[in-house]
T-cell receptor, first 114, second 108 residues
Framework: KAGVTQTPRYLIKTRGQQVTLSCSPI?????VSWYQQTPGQGLQFLFE???????NKGNFPGRFSGRQFSNSRSEMNVSTLELGDSALYLC?????????????FGQGTRLTVV | AQRVTQPEKLLSVFKGAPVELKCNYS??????LFWYVQYSRQRLQLLLR??SRESIKGFTADLNKGETSFHLKKPFAQEEDSAMYYC??????????FGKGTKLTVNP
């Protein structure tokens, strides 16, 4: 079966711009989680969606937002980009949640803010 | 506060030697502990979780609530075990707190 697909794979944006990242989960999976990975902070939880509802949110500013569609695909948006937003953004899909069911990660979107 | 500590950023062993990757956590409730692995140019993937009590690729990990540890062990390391290993803590909600990771290198 197809794995988790994240698009685009690479992005270069300018400070102040906004960006939208997409995640298509494995068919049948209803939970999508987003994580930011940086060399300094490691993997940090952004938010988690289940059946179009945000169930959890990490400690990120309001510039970071997301949503999930009825087909379980998810998008995250970062507005007013800052240099510190440069990171690898990973999404993970699971049947009902990353703790209670096995999660599968995408390859990530590498965002560079210049 | 929920925290996961992996004290070794780098760990190097020889093929056939035992390996132990350390993980300590801080959480006042009932934890769910996981080990994730990322091989070179591959996706992050689940290696094992404490609740399943399985041995995956020869690796085992025992949850020690008294010492708040979940160390990953393998008696005889193989070159293909070289990878980045992340310990993760699941709390009451569907989110994971990850450690910073340990890069394991198994030398021939």
């Amino acid at each position: 079966k197809a794995g988790v697909t994240q698009t685009p794979r690479y992005l270069i944006k300018t400070r102040g711009q906004q960006v939208t990242l997409s995640c298509s989960p494995i068919s049948g999976h209803r939970s999508v989680s987003w994580y930011q990975q940086t060399p300094g902070q490691g993997l940090q939880f952004l938010f988690e969606y289940f059946s179009e509802t945000q169930r959890n949110k990490g400690n990120f500013p309001g510039r970071f937002s997301g949503r999930q569609f009825s087909n379980s695909r998810s998008e995250m948006n970062v507005s007013t980009l800052e240099l510190g937003d440069s990171a690898l953004y990973l999404c993970a899909s699971s049947l009902v949640g990353i703790v209670n069911t096995e999660a599968f990660f995408g390859q990530g979107t590498r965002l560079t803010v210049v | 506060a929920q925290r996961v500590t992996q004290p070794e950023k780098l760990l190097s062993v020889f093929k056939g030697a035992p390996v132990e990757l350390k993980c300590n956590y801080s959480y006042s409730g009932s934890p769910e502990l996981f080990w994730y692995v990322q091989y070179s140019r591959q996706r992050l993937q689940l290696l094992l979780r404490h609740i399943s009590r399985e041995s995956i690729k020869g690796f085992t990990a025992d949850l020690n609530k008294g010492e708040t540890s979940f160390h990953l062990k393998k008696p005889f390391a193989q070159e293909e075990d070289s990878a980045m290993y992340y310990c993760a803590l699941g709390t009451g909600s569907e989110k994971l707190v990850f450690g910073k990771g340990t890069k394991l290198t198994v030398n021939p």
